[in-house]
């Protein structure tokens, strides 16, 4: 018996252990309401996106290994009041696209890029300088943004 309950602690301990590879978020997200309200209104959702902002953080139910992946550092999005948006890599246009606003299953709303740009795939959930598009009910991976200007 002695045996079996050093085993079960042992289990215990090592399940229980910290993965110090998981990515933990570098910021509040701020609360659910806050998102809400911001995002009931496309004409004041669009006025809050106009501007620059910076990619921060990637999570993926399915891939978790790709959790706040290394590749989109330097990823900036540019929307403009036109319903353009560029992509930017380290400062480098990479891409442009055209956004407009469509109703999703739930109270928010996505955004329609074409052509596609895969950080900005799920609903929009935007509070203050922090914005986030939410694929995860899809099964898809949840981008933040915070804005710089």
Known sequence: MKNYGILVLTIWIVACKED???AVLPFDQG???????SSQDTTQLA?????????????CFWTPEQANDQAHRGLTIV??????LEVRQDGQ???TSSWSFEPNDSIFY???????VIQLYG???LCDSIVTFE???????????????
């Open 79 to 84: 929307f403009q009041a036109d319903k353009q």
């Open 93 to 95: 246009l990479v891409q």
């Open 123 to 125: 609903s929009i959930e």
């Open 31 to 37: 609360s659910y309401e806050c998102f809400v309200e």
């Open 135 to 149: 694929d995860a009910y899809r099964d898809g991976c949840t981008n933040i943004f915070t804005k710089t200007r």
């Open 47 to 59: 006025n809050q996106l106009l501007g620059t902002w910076q990619w921060e953080y990637v999570s």
């Open 20 to 22: 110090e590879n998981a």
């Open 110 to 116: 996505e955004l329609q890029v074409e052509p596609p």
